[in-house]
């Protein structure tokens, strides 16, 4: 593993950086910062698992949030309903949302709908999600699915304090950035970045698009269900509207698009500074101030997305490139 | 369930219809010539109606009346939402342009918010729930005239912009620019000025469609995104994107749609037949029902 | 790929490890930054946060239970503050307009603002998941504006609630429609539901399923409309096939003026009467938008101005002179009485710390005082209940809603059947 090169470099900054999240979350008195220092990991966990089939595949996955939706409901209901536990619900969210993305694949890459279309689609389809489970009784409706936790149960994924929580959070993004490491560095990467730049050059390398893209899908998807499921076992109440809320989805992807969602380390940076300055923001300026702070996160959004196009990252690679020289 | 009332669902949803073919009008208009997802288009429609409830409250002007300058005062807003926002966005990747049009609506909300409050406003007009009655099968219809107004001049305006689309020079020259920007711009049509006007016009419609139906509804800063982003999504798509004829049919049909599936399945799933719609679209005709592009 | 030739301009000379711990270094210095300065701990003042939708779509309500919140604060600290530790009463406020920030904002509470209680937090689904973490904390939390059974039926010891079950809602409207049948000497067996997809409306729905029939009436159907529906024609069409002697509705404020505008256009009204539940109904703004359409329409909920309780219309008028012609209602009267609720019980501990003001609490008796423009009795039971709470009816009559049940409580006579709105 060389400092020089550019994708070792994100992994081992990334490593840093999530350690530097450890120690300061477990040796913080106030259960305040750790809360936010779990909600911008799991942010920075959605961010990251979308950049696989958004940024390194070029997918618009614009409503990303139906595999995060899923991946909730899958612990809230195995776990109130059925007593599994939350560690085997987070493996079995990921196969369902798999599951989901393999069928939104298939399905419409079949018809080569163009990005557009693949874009609305796939947020009609979160929506449609929402209304089904809103009118399900067995989903709970609009009530939705609460957990109770009183003590410590860590076959269960249940704490008292917040601070495990925080640990499993920063460990599947542990794995995340493990997933997306090996993607970059191993021919499916090079066949998802061949794809993303020019599908018909791509196919005369003899390379199949509608295949890589389908994987592509699998894998975000996988990957930010059992985030979701995890989500639903720290926050312990869920319903449709939270979990598969187009605000939500488009904060997660912001975070991604600002940090740069062509490489490991910018869908964590842009997560991980989004999240908390919005906590934040909202914290000063609240209450009465709400309009002020939404006038402020529309003109940021604005202004950061024609400022920084590639995303923050961007201008790390090129320091980096700089400092190392081609690597 | 007799005759005079089922006719009646559907002659309201005939009516729901046209005010949704406005309001996709504009949408698919701008995408179509711009290639952009307006995802703030919501937004313009609730300032429409935020504009008519300040005209009624200051001036006593209805919204009929408050209607023109309401159109005019949007079209200029939009154009320099296009001018400072949209323009600069469009040589970059399609996901940085939606999250910028994302963040434009999340920014026209919170100034609606800072000027109007987030409290629920009406136009208390005197008039607004008087009904016209007719017989009709042995049963009696009633329709407002709010919602019979609305409907009626937000066809007229859908038809009127339709002309202006397919007659005059710049109408022709916004169809180049859908067709094919840069074939436009080589015939010496300024593209960008057509993307200024094309995106003053699109958010202007929304406006106005918000104008009509404001004496009908309480409207707060996300009224536009909670009642119909939705289903001018679903239209657009249905009838094409891009293609105005599509979306004014589309509109009509929708709003039928919805209204046969509040009639059969119920309330609670008029949401989800759009949805529907939507979904079956994209998967089975993904160019929508008019396979080609602006008629 | 191989390696170019290293540029001829020389790299700065740190080393990389130093490098990277001092960016380390930073991010942890930044994240200490931001957060808030945690206030001082030597006054003895006694801080108590209070969750509440300040954004988002319940922001309106929020903003007036705030108002509410300050009044009596303001009131509690004029009177001397919280005698017995010898401080004033501080609020701290919080938004609880989501779970997600709910959560966040108790913990802030708890950790940074040091608060010795919570009241809060509107929306059941927030109230739910930031309840256990303050029972984790062992903080006292005070739900005054939140339904759900959920809250008290899950065995935590610091959760107190003054607001009914969601079961009352159909048990005192169906006492009250059979009360008001009576004396008007006309029988009344049937009802239909409308009411919205969402929280309150499910568990109002599941409510008025589950109790109606015990009290002698049928339930012919539930109608359920989406949220944020552009038309209820298909309800109203329903409703009038369904032609029951009474509806029962809850709903959001946004909806009710499109609903009442097509009961109009469209022809309907119940045989008896319609009957609003909660929050949407109780909306001042609602009823001054809705005019004459509103007339006759029964409504039930927490308290009204106009009812027949000590110092009621007292507090009403300086409640709307403080808000600029705001009534004390949804909620904003409940969290009202909290506030003066935990004062009574903060005094008798004597003590900001929670377990003493959770026993307090516990042992509440009220029977006179701020508190009692609501309620003649406020004593909670083993789960935190509070077992005489009720709910009441009220009529809009020439625009505003006056109390008609029950006898006790009364200021006017409920006109039934009520007469479709002209």
Not at chain 1, 71 to 80: D, E, H, K, Q, V
Not at chain 3, 86 to 102: H, I, K, M, Q, W
Not at chain 3, 180 to 191: C, D, E, F, G, N
């Amino acid at each position: 593993m060389k400092m020089s090169n550019w994708l070792d470099w994100q992994l081992i900054v990334s490593g840093i950086f999530i350690a530097a999240i450890a120690a300061i979350g477990v040796s913080s008195t106030s259960d305040y910062v750790v809360q936010i220092l779990v909600l911008a990991t799991i942010y920075a966990a959605v961010a990251l698992s979308w950049s696989i089939a958004g940024g390194l595949g070029g997918l618009l996955l614009l409503g990303f949030i139906s595999f995060y939706g899923i991946g909730a409901y899958t612990n809230g209901i195995l776990f109130t309903k059925y007593g599994i536990s939350p560690w085997i619900n987070i493996v079995l969210a990921a196969g369902f949302a798999g599951l989901l993305g393999w069928l939104i694949a298939a399905v419409t890459l079949r018809y080569e709908l163009s990005e557009d279309y693949f874009a609305m689609f796939t947020v009609g389809l979160s929506q449609a999600l929402k209304i089904v489970l809103l009118n399900s009784e067995y989903f709970g409706r609009a009530t939705g699915i609460y957990i109770t936790i009183v003590k410590d149960d860590w076959a269960m994924m249940s704490f008292v304090s917040r601070k495990p929580y925080l640990l499993i959070a920063l460990l599947i993004l542990v794995v995340i950035i493990a997933a997306s490491y090996w993607i970059q560095r191993s021919t499916f990467g090079f066949r998802l970045a061949a794809v993303r730049q020019n599908s018909r050059a791509a196919e005369a390398l003899g390379i199949n698009p509608v295949k890589t893209k389908i994987q592509a899908i699998i894998v975000s998807g996988a990957l930010g269900g059992s985030v979701g499921a995890f989500y639903s076992q720290f926050v312990t109440f869920i319903d449709p509207k939270q979990v598969f809320s187009l605000a939500t989805n488009f904060e997660m992807l912001l975070g991604a698009v600002l940090g740069g969602r062509l490489t490991l380390i910018g869908p964590i940076l842009g997560a991980a500074t989004l999240k908390p300055l919005q906590d934040v923001l909202r914290g000063v300026f609240g209450g009465e101030a709400d309009a002020l702070y939404l006038v402020l996160y529309g003109a940021l959004l604005i202004v950061s997305c024609l400022a920084l196009p590639k995303g923050i990252a961007f201008y790390i690679e090129k320091w980096h490139r700089k400092r190392y020289g081609n690597s | 369930m007799t005759t005079a009332l089922a006719i009646q669902l559907l002659l309201l949803g005939l009516l729901q219809g046209g005010i949704y073919a406005l309001v996709a009008c504009g949408l698919t208009l701008i995408y179509g010539v711009m290639k952009v997802v307006n995802f703030a288009h919501a937004e313009f429609l609730t300032l429409g109606m935020f504009l008519a409830i300040t005209a009624f409250q200051l001036f006593g002007l209805n919204p009929y009346t408050a209607a023109p300058f309401i159109f005019a005062i949007v079209f200029i807003l939009g154009a320099i939402a296009q001018q400072i926002v949209i323009r600069p966005a469009l040589r970059y990747p399609q996901i940085n342009q939606m999250l910028i049009t994302i963040g434009l609506s999340i920014l026209l909300v919170g100034m609606m918010q800072l000027l109007w409050g987030p409290n629920n406003q009406v136009v208390k007009l005197s008039w607004a729930r008087a009904t016209f009655d007719f017989e009709i099968v042995g049963g009696e219809v009633s329709l407002s005239y709010v919602r019979l107004i609305a409907a009626v001049v937000a066809v007229a305006v859908a038809g009127l912009a339709w002309w202006i689309l397919k007659y005059t020079r710049t109408g022709n020259a916004m169809r180049a620019a859908a067709q094919n920007p840069l074939a436009a711009r080589l015939m010496g049509i300024n593209v960008s000025r057509i993307n200024l006007l094309t995106f003053g016009f699109g958010t202007g419609l929304a406006a106005l469609s918000g104008a009509l139906i404001s004496p009908a509804f309480f409207v707060n800063p996300t009224f536009g995104t909670d009642y119909f982003i939705l289903a001018a999504f679903v239209i657009v798509v249905l009838g094409t994107m891009g293609n105005f004829v599509g979306a004014l049919v589309g509109g009509l049909i929708i709003g039928m749609a919805e209204a046969l599936g509040g009639l059969f399945l119920g309330a609670a799933m008029r949401q989800f037949v759009s949805l529907s719609v939507f979904v079956i679209v994209l998967l089975f005709l993904p160019r929508g029902i008019f396979r080609g592009r602006m008629s | 790929m191989k390696k170019p030739k290293q540029s001829a301009v020389c790299s700065v000379s740190t080393p990389n490890s130093t490098r990277r711990a001092t960016v380390a270094g930073m991010g942890a210095a930044i994240a200490a930054a931001t957060l808030p300065i945690p206030a001082s701990a030597q006054s003895k003042d006694i801080k108590v946060g209070f969750l509440l939708p300040l954004t988002g779509a319940f922001a309106e309500a929020g903003q007036l239970i705030k108002s509410a919140v300050d009044m009596a604060v303001e009131e509690i600290n004029k009177a001397g503050g919280i005698k017995s530790i010898g401080g004033r009463l501080v609020p701290v406020y919080g938004n609880s307009s989501s779970p997600d920030e709910a959560n966040t904002e108790t913990n802030r509470m708890i950790s940074t603002e040091k608060v010795s209680a919570i009241v809060g937090a509107y929306s059941s689904g927030a109230t739910i998941s930031s309840t256990v973490i303050a029972e984790r904390a062992s903080i006292p939390y005070l739900v005054p504006n939140a339904l759900a059974d959920e809250i008290t039926e899950r065995g935590l010891k610091f959760v107190f609630k003054t607001v009914p079950h969601f079961s009352q809602f159909a048990i005192n409207g169906a006492q009250m429609v059979k009360d008001l049948s009576a004396k008007a000497k006309r029988p009344v067996k049937t009802v239909s539901l409308v009411r919205e997809n969402n929280f309150f409306g499910n568990v109002v729905g599941k409510a008025f399923s589950a109790h109606l029939g015990k009290a002698g009436l049928e339930l012919v159907k539930d109608n359920i409309f989406p949220t944020n529906p552009t038309s209820f024609e298909d309800i109203i069409v329903a409703l009038k096939g369904q032609n029951p002697d009474v509806v029962f509705a809850a709903g959001e404020p946004s909806s009710i003026t499109l609903l009442f505008q097509q009961l109009k256009e469209l022809k309907y009204w119940p045989k008896l009467g319609w009957v609003g539940c909660g929050g949407g109904y109780t909306n001042p703004t609602v009823v001054q938008n809705l005019g004459s359409l509103a007339e006759g329409m029964l409504v039930i909920n927490d308290w009204f101005p106009d009812i027949n309780r000590p110092g009621s219309k007292e507090l009403n008028e300086r409640f709307k002179k403080r808000t600029g012609g705001k009534d004390l209602l949804g909620n904003a009267n409940t969290t009202y009485a909290a506030v003066h609720i935990l004062a009574d019980a903060l005094q008798r501990a004597a003590s900001p710390d929670g377990a003493k003001i959770r026993d307090a609490l516990a042992t509440t008796r009220i029977t006179s005082g701020p508190a009692t423009f609501m309620y003649e009795q406020v004593t909670f039971d083993a789960k935190g209940m509070m077992p005489n709470s009720l709910l009441i009816g009220a009529q809009v009559q020439k625009g505003s809603a006056r109390v008609v049940w029950p006898n006790s409580l009364k200021v006017a006579e409920g006109v039934w059947p009520v007469p479709a709105p002209r």
